[in-house]
């Protein structure tokens, strides 16, 4: 990994334990598959949503005067948490921080006031440190701030996938490759917010309360998916909810429960897995079936087999070139 900031999946299990690794409590994420509100309502409360979607280049993507939804509020970025993008590969931990750190319970954001807004979410010791020392600062200096901050940095970056080969700071390849970024919803005082670092101040979607964020939301991004082409469906939705192990404790749910648990370790499974470098690996499974060849009949029990691999790779790819798609031809052992 570069000393930087590093990409990572836009994935429930790696956002729910960025969360616990920063130090949030009993809080988690779900992703969503279905725009219906009711599939969001069902995970009260809900502290707000990231979205994930295909950076557009055809036209410049920050507004100066007004956005394409909404309004502008610049005097809200003094009230609540927002942060300018000031580095690549962090829109995905920002996102979330800028749900996140308007959520704290202990704070002043004021998005538990009046009984109108989910459960605020202890963030921690540290993350509520960060949160008031850059919480007197301008929005670009509260990025700078975040960028270089070692801790968030580093729980950041350890949840990026093992690339021993590539850097991804240093990417020299001509063809240029599809951007994607993250942004964050989330009501904050009776108002429903989106939270987007490349824009220059908070975007007001209108008045919104908790019990209506669901709907709300969806609305909002019914509309702005609708600005793409109907061929674009690279989207992902994930919705910071409270942990839903503490729900099925609490109602004595144990199957729930028990459900949620595997899923838990299900996620710290995969993301062990991508912490790995798998290369050696490789190269010790390669080194078996070469021995074992070798084993079977010498250089020409293993020249046979190399060149009987080549020719169903040449076969596969021709079919392909066809248009007669041909599947995967296995290689025999």
């Known amino acids: 990994m570069s000393g930087g900031w590093n990409t990572i999946e836009s994935d429930a ?10 130090g949030a409590q009993d809080v988690q994420f779900e992703e969503l598959l279905t725009l219906e509100p009711e ?7 809900v502290y707000g949503v990231i979205f994930l979607f295909k950076y557009p280049t055809d036209a410049p993507y920050a507004a100066t005067d007004k956005p394409l939804d909404g309004t502008f509020d610049h005097e809200a970025a003094e ?54 020392f850059t919480m007197v600062l301008p929005p670009e200096f509260r990025g700078e701030a975040l960028s270089n901050s070692e801790l968030i940095r580093d729980v950041h970056n350890s949840f990026a996938k093992s690339s021993p080969f590539v850097d991804e700071t240093q990417r020299t390849s001509g063809e240029p490759e599809d951007a994607f970024h ?83 370790r299900d996620w710290q499974f995969e993301n062990a897995l991508r912490r790995h470098n798998f290369v050696g690996f490789a190269g010790a499974v390669l080194k ?27 076969q596969r790819l021709e079919s392909k070139r066809r248009g007669g798609g041909g599947g995967d031809v296995e290689m025999e052992g």
């Open 13 to 22: 299990g790696v956002f729910t334990f960025l969360l616990n690794n920063l």
């Open 39 to 45: 599939v969001l309502a069902a995970l009260y409360p």
């Open 79 to 132: 009230r609540i948490f927002f942060a300018a993008q000031t580095i690549q590969n962090a829109c995905g931990t920002q996102a979330l921080l800028s749900v996140l750190l308007n959520k704290d319970q202990e704070g002043d954001s004021g998005s538990t006031s009046a009984g109108d807004e989910a459960t605020g979410i202890d963030i921690g010791k540290s993350l509520r440190e960060f949160r008031d």
């Open 182 to 264: 993250f942004i964050a919803y989330t009501p904050i005082n009776g108002t429903l917010y989106e939270l987007d670092g490349l824009q220059p101040a908070p975007i007001s979607h209108g008045p919104c309360i908790a019990d209506e964020f669901p709907a709300k939301v969806m609305d909002v991004l019914q509309r702005r998916i609708a600005r793409y082409d109907m061929s674009e469906i690279r989207f992902n939705l994930m919705a910071m909810v409270r942990d839903l192990r503490v729900r099925a404790r609490e109602i004595g749910d144990g199957e729930a429960l028990e459900r949620e648990e595997q899923k838990r």
């Open 288 to 314: 078996g079936v070469v021995e074992d060849k070798l084993a079977e009949g010498g250089d020409a029990a293993y020249q046979k087999w190399i060149e009987e691999a080549k020719a169903k790779t040449k």
